[in-house]
């Protein structure tokens, strides 16, 4: 079983940043794709982001290419989103999942955060 447990959202001003954090249970937390989500309201859960553990390549929604940058610390069990040049269309639910194996640009995770708010105003 696998806990993820998310942090770093918040209120902030368009043009800011943040940088979300989420911190894994698992002793193979090595050797699991992972993700960002995010789920704004009355829309679908959509792919922000993902990260192999296999090569550490890193896949990222055209809205937020450029923007958006997500990392891994294995040492530390954590992974990391850090979010520039914020807009109001960023405002969501932010949730990291993790999946054994290879990573998934769809919602085919095993395991998922409780999600963490992050508010953009213009």
């Known amino acids: 079983q696998v806990q993820l447990v998310e942090s770093g959202g918040g209120l902030v001003q368009a043009g800011g940043s943040l940088r979300l954090s989420c911190a894994a249970s698992?002793?193979?937390?090595?050797?699991?794709?992972m993700g960002w989500f995010r789920q704004a309201p009355g829309k679908e859960r959509e792919l922000v982001a993902t990260?192999?553990?296999?090569?550490?390549?890193?896949y990222y929604a055209d809205s937020v290419k450029g923007r958006f940058t997500i990392s891994r610390d294995n040492a530390k069990n954590t992974l990391y989103l850090q979010m520039n040049s914020l807009k109001p269309e960023d405002t969501a639910v932010y949730y990291c999942?993790?999946?054994?194996?290879?990573?998934?640009?769809?919602?085919?995770?095993?395991?998922w955060g409780q999600g963490t708010q992050v508010s953009v105003s213009s």
């Open positions: 999942a993790a999946r054994p194996g290879s990573v998934r640009t769809t919602t085919a995770y095993n395991y």
């Open positions: 698992a002793r193979t937390f090595s050797s699991l794709a």
């Open positions: 990260i192999s553990w296999i090569n550490g390549n890193t």
